[in-house]
């Protein structure tokens, strides 16, 4: 009988022991890259455009970086009314500088714009992990710091998301629903079909490791997957919401756009021939864009 507690300790140990490994392996195969900024807001033609550089207090202590970018005011005109403002999140293993094309269109509309590094990203302070609810919880710290700024209208405040950064802004704005508008950039329709996609590119067996690995990843960001699906936030939004996706993605196919658009017939859809990543793809349908903004935030 004691060989038999022996062998069950033995046991639980040597478990305990490949489950921390599979853990560090998973966070070290997940984890986003790094990549630094390669341009600036100064890099751009802003025309008088005030652009603050901004470090924000962020969730668990972390410090998020930014840029606040402000149309000019009228000097020696009469005051202006609180104007919109659009908080912008950037993709997976991307950056706040890889989203500064969309600057020029919003402020030349009159939107204030923040453009933010989630944790783990750009110049925002690093954590164990992130993940998309963590995107969630940096939106929602930039949010506070853009609503608290003068002469932003806290009521009229939209989202951009790219990838990753697309699902946090659905999943922010279907828990807040402060938001009056979304536009979501190349969302994928549920996280579940991205880690099987990666587990096969990795020629990780499904069955068995794969199904582990799934269950992990649930327990370490902590919510489940059918929860924070954009296939499932996008149906609980009350703000019009504008799906822009590339027809070319092989990252995250066209259909999973068409899905969504099924999920939530009042949203809108603007195909457009680009893949996953957009920059070079987005300047043709500007306009699109923040006509769709000005209708949602706008007075009319």
């Known amino acids: 009988m004691a060989d038999l507690f022996l062998y069950v300790a033995m046991f639980g140990v040597v478990l305990l022991a490949l489950r921390a490994l599979v853990h560090r392996a998973l966070l070290r195969g997940l984890a986003a890259p790094r990549i630094a900024h390669e341009v600036t807001p100064a890099d751009l033609d802003l025309g008088r455009a005030e652009v603050t550089q901004v470090q924000i207090a962020g969730p668990e202590g972390a410090r998020l970086f930014g840029w606040l970018i402000t149309p000019a005011t009228v000097s020696g005109g009469p005051p202006e009314t609180p104007r919109p403002a659009v908080l912008v999140m950037h993709g997976w293993g991307a950056n706040a500088a890889m989203m500064l094309g969309l600057a ?64 946090a802004v659905l999943l922010h704005a279907a828990r807040a629903r402060d938001i009056c508008a979304v536009v979501s950039l190349s969302a994928f329709a549920h996280p579940r079909e991205v880690m099987q996609r990666w587990m096969a590119e990795h020629r990780i067996p499904f069955r068995g490791i794969g199904q582990y ?67 070079d793809s987005l300047h043709a349908h500007e306009p699109e864009i923040v006509s769709f903004l000005n209708a949602a935030c706008l007075p009319s």
């Not at 939107?111 to 944790?119: E, G, I, P, S, T």
């Not at 992990?216 to 009350?238: K, M, N, S, W, Y």
């Not at 995250?252 to 969504?260: K, T």
Request: aromatic letters at 4%; glycine letters at 8%.
């Open 213 to 279: 690995i799934l269950r992990h990843v649930q327990r370490v960001i902590g919510a489940r997957f059918d929860e924070i699906a954009p296939i499932h936030t996008v149906t609980q939004l009350r703000c019009p919401v504008l799906l822009v996706h590339g027809l070319e993605d092989v990252t995250a196919p066209f259909s999973d756009a068409e899905r969504l658009r099924a999920a939530a017939p009042d949203a809108q859809l603007l195909p457009v021939h680009g893949d996953h990543d957009l920059r």
């Open 104 to 167: 020029p269109p919003l402020i030349a509309a009159g939107y204030a714009v923040m453009f933010l590094d989630a944790r783990c990203h750009g110049r925002s302070d690093g954590a164990r992990f992130t993940s998309m609810p963590r995107f969630a919880e940096d939106i929602a710290a930039g949010l506070a710091h853009l609503r608290a700024q003068p002469g932003i209208d806290p009521a009229r405040i939209a989202l951009i998301g790219h990838s990753v950064g697309a699902g």
